[in-house]
């Protein structure tokens, strides 16, 4: 059968050529985008924390020790939910972006956002003359912290449309991300009580909290699984802590609730049946 398809001009050309090498609209990704990523904007920095599964569409098995949340560099951190190809490619663009720290907040967003823009143009509004007028194969949604040259830290949620969006406390995205905010909600409603709230904890706190925010919902969502992950950007830039170092953080958290409880008569066996063992 013949199709008379329209001419290709060179900038579209281009496109054919080298965007289907990224992004292949008819690829089926061996792996369903379920997740649920938690970051919590501190004084002194952000910490990203994660479940670990994913879902095989063929088999419908669950893969454990799936990494969630990237680093592009020493001073930037990604966590994405989506097609992992896409969340791949845009790592790679941003390490070639960013080189060398941003001098400051505003910089660093007018930069990121430059980098998301291009991509939504290329594979989202230039090709839809050849993949059809809804394709979208570019469509993550992504957090996105960053330390900058200034010592200020930025977190900035990245939607599918090809917003960016600053964000100066707390974020959540994924499958899970419905029980997190409740969770996160429960926390910040006990801590105004004291006058405090989620965003103002020193990082050292915010890790213990984003731990029990993802056990929480590993508890409750099937979706979601696997161990928790975690990765602190600080003064010292972006790491991601070991395995020993996110339980003995959870575990901070569950010596502090056993003593609180124990005051009130709960014997260690009816308190360790109120938490998720992590």
Same mark, same amino acid.
């Given at each position: 059968m013949d199709h008379n398809y329209p001419k290709c001009n060179q900038g579209a050309e281009q496109l054919i050529t080298e965007g289907i090498e @990224?992004? @292949?609209?008819? $690829?089926? @990704?061996e792996t369903d985008p379920l997740t649920t990523i938690v970051a919590i904007k501190c004084p002194d920095g952000i910490v990203m924390a994660s479940d670990s599964q994913a879902t095989v569409r063929a088999e419908r098995a669950k893969m454990l020790g799936v990494t969630k949340i990237s680093n592009v560099n020493n001073f930037i951190a990604i966590g994405g939910s989506g097609d992992a190809d896409n969340i791949t490619l845009f790592v790679e663009h941003? $390490?070639?972006e960013f080189p060398q720290m941003s001098s400051t907040k505003s910089e660093f967003r007018d930069k990121i956002q430059n980098v998301f823009w291009c991509l939504h143009k290329k594979y989202n509004l230039d090709s839809r003359e050849f993949l059809g007028i809804n394709a979208h194969p570019f469509n993550p949604t992504l957090l996105v912290g960053a330390k900058n040259e200034d010592n200020s830290?930025?977190?900035?949620l990245l939607k599918e449309n090809g917003m960016v969006y600053p964000k100066d406390e707390h974020m959540v995205i994924g499958s899970g991300g419905?029980?997190?905010r409740l969770v996160i909600k429960q926390l910040n409603r006990s801590m105004a009580v004291a006058g405090g709230s989620l965003h103002n904890l020193p990082v050292e706190d915010a890790i213990i909290v984003a731990c029990y925010i993802i056990n929480e919902v590993k508890e409750s969502d099937s979706q979601s699984g696997g161990e928790t992950k975690v990765v602190l950007i600080d003064s010292k830039g972006v790491r991601a802590l070991s395995r020993d170092d996110v339980q003995k953080n959870y575990d901070k958290f569950l010596g502090i609730m056993t003593v609180g409880l124990a005051q009130i008569g709960l014997s260690a066996e009816e308190i360790k049946k109120l938490w998720p063992t992590g």
């Open positions: @990224d992004i @292949d609209p008819n $690829r089926t @990704d941003l $390490r070639e830290f930025g977190l900035y419905d029980l997190a």
